[in-house]
């Protein structure tokens, strides 16, 4: 069984390039005991893959020539290890590949999911994988009480779609800021947004200003750069900063910041954090967003490429904006 791989050939340096990945072919080895081989299925399309493609940072840079690492939904097809057996589903750090073995040093990365009925298996990936648990655990930092006002950027994307319903759970009048008038209207007219801003249209800006007559309370950030930098200036004093990802700087090698003076001017509360943080408490987490989910609470929606070599075509779309809601290969 042939198992097809794409590896890290070279650093990106903006969007990635047709050449900044090779496709490798190579046999699927003989499980040894203690071993487990799983066909992957669905791979997980996350801004920070280009991170790990450039430089080390909460994880090592992936290195030239490796597997390129990614999340992923994949089911065991054989197994000699004694927790796995055929059947298993799970998620991961499967690499972008077609096939993954899983022995004992890898068990960290992995971890089993149910089958529920009328429950799609890239959910796992999105509203009850990390996305879906970014934006738990997010919220829960930004602290929302009734009536205050969220700006979530990024708005339409797999985590800020989560975020901002779940402000509405909790009586925050939510704005969204995302790049299209299609997911300006997803956002308002299906997940509840009370209004959202196209970020690409002249005099945003301004519009920003009036959908938020009493300022800005938490600001749940995605984005950074200028999208930021507006919605800071509309911060009431004292107001929280949840700060999930800076995706206009992730294909920049000088990202254009924020001006760090507004900190101090408006007294502002700043967290960031990362999601791998709360595995401890992935569980409960997943429990919370899968009864939302099921009373219609929060919805979800997806963009599925088809195709392991489309990866790399479809980690762009991320930096284009070509995605709505959580995007996905399927294998
Ligand atoms: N802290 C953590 O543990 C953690 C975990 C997961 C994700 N994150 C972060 O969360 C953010 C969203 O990630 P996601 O996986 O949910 O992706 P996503 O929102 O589904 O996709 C990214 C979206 O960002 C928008 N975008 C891209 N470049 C932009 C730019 N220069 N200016 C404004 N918007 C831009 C695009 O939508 P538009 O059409 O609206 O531009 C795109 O669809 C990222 O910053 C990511 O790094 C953090």
Known sequence: MNNRQLRLHSRPEGLIAPGDFQLAESQVPELKDGQALARVKYLSIDP???????????????GIGEVMRAGGFAEIIESRHPDYKKGDRITGLTGLQEYVIIDASAKQFFQKVPKIPFVSDTVFLGV????GLTAFFGMEIAAPKKGETLVVSAAAGATGSIAGQIGKIHGCRVVGVAGTD????????????????NYKHPGWKA????AVPNGIDIDFENVGGEIMQEVLNRMNLHG??????FISGYTKEDPNMVSLGTIIVKRLHIQGFLV??????????????????????????????????????????????????????KV
């Open 48 to 62: 920070t893959m280009r991170v790990w493609m450039a430089v080390d940072s909460y994880l090592p840079a992936v």
């Open 128 to 131: 009850l994988g990390l996305n």
């Open 182 to 197: 299609e997911k300006c209207d997803w956002i308002t007219k299906d997940l509840g947004f009370d209004t959202a801003i």
């Open 207 to 210: 519009k920003l200003a009036a």
């Open 240 to 245: 929280r900063v949840v700060v999930c990802g």
């Open 276 to 329: 791998l943080d709360y595995v401890s408490r992935f569980m409960e987490a997943a429990t919370q967003l899968g009864q939302w989910k099921m009373f219609g609470k929060i919805k979800d929606r997806e963009t599925i490429v088809e195709g392991l070599e489309k990866a790399p075509e479809a980690i762009n779309m991320l930096f284009t904006g070509g995605n709505i809601g959580k995007l996905i290969v």
